[in-house]
């Protein structure tokens, strides 16, 4: 899969066709639903309309679309970091860190801290203590790997699944059930100031990650063909590591740790677009943002009412439809 070349107008085709499906999302999907709402009347301030556009479906649509745009780019930052296909934003430890906090603020009751859920804040401080240890543990004096980086991650990660494991064995019925939902991951209504923080947590690090998308072509070759080429390896591998975990983090203490999003979406572009970092991260952004989004619409609605968790639907979905791509791309290999 090589690079192609990037002009204006592929660029600017891409990125545009790509905007316009997270818009249409945005625009359709809270429309959809058990309940029939007409935009006319939401807007009028009319009831019921208002309350289930702006309170129900409007703010879980674009918490899927800011999650699902993260996801999807900490997938290709981190495939692009390790230099390896099936990593994914959960490789290094951050999503399992954040597990862990999760379930133990679940196991001990903790509701709310200072005027927020006590798993979000849990979840968030589980993440950053995992980013920390992992850079502890993979740091070198001043240097640092992409093959100790993930030593270490893939370390973190086992430890703590462990600890969530025996966490579960320990916890009651109730607990219990809790722990397996928030593990399946899932999208809910939440409020607005809580959206505002999420987007201010995720969108300048992938507005850096696009930014530095010519590096990351250079690091998908290998470090030493980075380095001589006036790369400071090590100091993007560090800013990449801190970005992709801090907005894997930030979106797994809200939504719990969902699949296959950050390995499909950068794969599936990556098969039609080429391997440019320059379109991938963009794209990557905007087609996961609808993915999600689409995918939370069927878990709301396909046995209403219901909720399937998420995460069982981005696998459902996005798993026979990846297959179908490797195949029809190696047919078109062969021809």
């Keep these: 899969m090589g690079t192609k070349e990037v002009t204006p107008k592929r660029f600017w085709l891409a990125v545009t066709g790509s905007a316009v499906a997270a ?11 058990s309940a029939h709402i007409d935009y006319g009347r939401a807007f009028a301030g009319l009831s019921p309309d208002a309350e289930i556009l702006f309170y129900a479906r409007l703010p879980r649509v674009l918490l899927a679309l800011l999650a699902g745009g993260a996801l999807a780019v900490a997938g290709a930052l981190f495939q692009a970091l390790l230099r390896d296909a099936l990593a994914t934003p959960y490789t290094l430890g951050v999503s ?9 603020a679940i196991c001990l009751g903790w509701r709310e ?23 502890g543990i993979a740091s070198e004096g001043r240097r640092m790997s992409s093959f100790t980086l993930l030593l270490a991650g893939v370390t973190i990660n086992s430890i703590c699944l462990a600890c969530i494991l025996f966490l579960q064995y320990l916890a009651s019925f109730g607990q219990s059930f809790a722990i397996v939902r928030w593990l399946l ?7 607005y100031s809580t959206l505002a923080w999420l987007a201010v947590a995720v969108l300048p690090f992938v507005v850096y990650l696009f930014w530095k998308a010519r590096e990351w072509n250079l690091m998908t070759v290998g470090e030493e063909w980075a380095a001589s ?5 090590t100091r993007l591998m560090l800013t990449g ?22 390995l499909i979406v950068p794969h599936a572009l990556r098969l039609r677009l080429g391997a ?60």
């Design 23 to 33: 818009a249409a999302a945005l625009i359709v999907l809270p429309l959809i639903g």
């Design 241 to 262: 590591y801190l970005a992709g975990s801090l907005v894997t983090g930030s979106v797994t203490a809200l939504t719990g740790p969902i699949g296959f999003v950050g």
């Design 113 to 135: 801290v200072a005027g927020f859920s006590g798993v979000w804040m849990a979840a968030f401080l589980g993440a950053a203590v995992t980013l920390f240890l992992v850079l």
């Design 185 to 191: 991951g899932g999208i809910d209504a939440v409020e």
């Design 276 to 335: 440019d970092h320059r379109l991938l991260i963009p794209t990557s952004f905007f087609f996961g943002a609808a993915f999600l989004a689409a995918c939370d619409t069927v878990s709301r609605t396909i046995l209403a009412p219901t909720e399937v968790p998420v995460g069982v639907i981005t696998a459902m979905l996005g798993g026979p439809f990846f297959i179908w791509l490797l195949r029809s791309k190696r047919r078109s290999l062969w021809l």
């Design 229 to 233: 080429r006036g790369v400071s390896t």
């Design 96 to 104: 399992s860190g954040a597990s862990l906090g999760a379930v133990l």
